[in-house]
């Protein structure tokens, strides 16, 4: 059996064609289909193709395809899934997506998979050699995940990525930021692999470079205590989100440091308080606690991107300077600046949808630099103005210049090269939105 997987690319989606290249700082490949081509039995050859690195093969006659797709990417997915149909061969879809839109997804395919894969795919594939495939494969998403497979990295087209270096440790989180999927779909509980398996696999990563791509590594102490503490002697080098919350722990960070963190992805949302955001109690100062957060992460070398969501209900046109300047004061490395996306399936969608304040229907635009609903207390230009006015202050070349240099006294020269990509590839953005920013002026004047 031939079995053909597919991550669609959302940027051919939403510019028409495909858009140039994506900067190479931010080509890591999820782990979502590597782990499907592992749960699969020996005997069938699966290719695995990402359409934003390579062309879709769609006369290559599989005898199935299984295509992963988030919401921005869904719509391509929709696309590539008809034309295999079209030419007689079977689709499956699965993926985040298809877990907040089950009925939608399952008019463009033969089957769906709704949520995880060990408990799915491969009675999937049983049924499908047998000639009884079904329309509907749901997961209970409370898979045990000792015993998992090693993701099929081997599977990814070489030198198409920084790394294809993922790795997951647990699933799932405790918090329930109204935004985020994770929760409302896989669950409050986290679940953890053995910490022996995951450090087995990570000591078997061809190369030293490795993202941890856990939705949080500040939740399950112990846990990550133990997985750091064995990180230790293999010497290598990583990357992770954290909530900014772990710099409380001295002995997390210290152990965070010592394990080969190389720098950390750390949410701070928003500045002021939101509703339906991780709460500080009312004695602490927000803002404060934050900037203590980026000294413990530079004090052991550890440079920051720090996260900011534009589009809260109590964002108002003040946000935009406060923020920046608390960017730039809190001295992070690099900014990923985003307005707030109301992805369907968040507790989020589902508020503004009771509300009327869902303005967007095409899930090609549900990207965090576009506004698919009508913010509160301001209009939904002015957030989009004030978003890209906020990017482009923090990435002019004289700041973006100061910011590497300070990483320069702070890390490794291979840690300043990648602060300088993380930063270049931003500015990239930056730019590109500014010139069509500008164009869409002149064509209204
Ligand atoms: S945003 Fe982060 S902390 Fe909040 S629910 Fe999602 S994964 Fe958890």
Same mark, same amino acid.
């Given at each position: 059996m031939t079995i053909l997987l597919i991550y669609p690319s959302a940027r051919r989606m939403a510019q028409g064609a495909f858009s140039g290249n994506q900067a190479r700082a931010q080509r890591y490949p999820g782990m979502g289909l590597a782990l499907v081509a592992a749960l699969t039995p020996p005997g069938a050859r699966v290719t695995i193709v990402d359409d934003e690195r390579e062309p879709i093969p769609f006369n290559s006659g599989p005898d199935l395809v299984g295509i992963s797709i988030l919401t921005p990417n869904a719509k391509r997915g929709y696309m590539i899934a008809r034309e295999f149909r079209e030419r007689g061969v079977p689709v499956v879809l699965g993926?985040?997506?298809? +877990?907040?839109? &089950?009925?939608?997804?399952?008019?463009? @395919?033969?089957? %769906?998979?709704?949520?995880? @894969?060990?408990?799915?795919? &491969?009675?999937?594939?049983r049924d499908f050699g047998a000639g009884a495939m079904k329309a509907i494969y749901r997961s209970s998403n409370d898979n045990d995940l000792a015993g998992l497979p090693v993701p099929r990295r081997?599977?990814? #087209?070489?030198?198409?990525? %920084?790394?294809?270096?993922?790795?997951?440790?647990?699933?799932?989180?405790?918090?329930?930021?109204?935004?985020?999927? %994770?929760?409302?779909?896989l669950g409050r509980r986290t679940r953890?692999?053995?910490?022996?398996?995951? !450090?087995?696999?990570i000591r078997g990563l061809d190369g030293r470079i490795f993202v941890l791509n856990d939705d949080n590594v500040s939740q399950e102490k112990d846990y990550f205590k133990a997985l750091f503490e064995g990180m230790i002697p293999m010497k290598k080098i990583w990357a992770g989100n954290a909530s900014w919350n772990i710099a409380r722990d001295g002995e997390m960070?210290?152990?965070? $440091?010592?394990?080969?963190?190389?720098?950390?992805?750390?949410?701070?949302?928003s500045i002021v308080p939101q509703e339906g955001l991780k709460k500080v109690s009312r004695a602490e100062n927000r803002l404060t606690l934050y900037k203590e957060a980026v000294r413990g992460f530079h004090? #052991?070398? +550890?440079?920051? %991107?720090?996260?900011?969501?534009?589009?809260?209900?109590?964002?108002?046109?003040?946000?935009?300077?406060?923020?920046?300047?608390? $960017?730039?004061?809190?001295?992070?490395?690099?900014a990923q600046i985003n307005i707030l996306c109301p992805y369907p399936g968040t507790p989020l969608y589902a508020r503004l949808a009771r509300e009327g304040r869902i303005v967007e229907t095409d899930?090609?635009?549900?990207?965090?630099?576009?506004?698919?609903?009508? &913010?509160?207390?301001?209009? #939904?230009?002015?957030?989009?103005?004030?978003?890209?006015?906020?990017?482009? $202050?923090?990435?002019?070349?004289?700041?973006?210049?100061?910011?590497?240099? #300070?990483?320069?006294? !702070?890390?490794? &020269?291979?840690?300043?090269v990648t602060g300088l990509a993380v930063n270049m590839a931003f500015r990239k953005g930056t730019v590109d939105l500014v010139k069509k920013l500008r164009a869409a002026d002149r064509t209204r004047v």
């Open positions: 993926g985040m997506h298809v +877990m907040a839109c &089950p009925e939608e997804a399952r008019k463009e @395919a033969d089957a %769906i998979v709704v949520g995880e @894969a060990e408990d799915t795919w &491969p009675q999937l594939l081997d599977l990814f #087209r070489k030198g198409g990525y %920084i790394t294809v270096n993922t790795v997951q440790a647990t699933r799932g989180c405790p918090f329930d930021c109204e935004f985020c999927s %994770i929760t409302s779909l953890c692999r053995p910490v022996g398996e995951v !450090l087995e696999e960070m210290d152990l965070l $440091a010592r394990s080969g963190c190389a720098g950390a992805f750390v949410g701070f949302d004090k #052991r070398g +550890m440079p920051v %991107i720090g996260a900011f969501i534009f589009g809260f209900d109590n964002d108002d046109s003040s946000i935009f300077r406060k923020t920046l300047d608390f $960017a730039i004061d809190s001295g992070i490395d690099a899930w090609n635009e549900y990207r965090t630099g576009h506004v698919c609903f009508e &913010p509160k207390h301001l209009s #939904r230009e002015e957030l989009f103005r004030g978003y890209v006015g906020v990017r482009k $202050a923090f990435n002019s070349r004289r700041r973006v210049a100061g910011r590497v240099l #300070r990483t320069a006294f !702070l890390s490794s &020269p291979k840690v300043v």
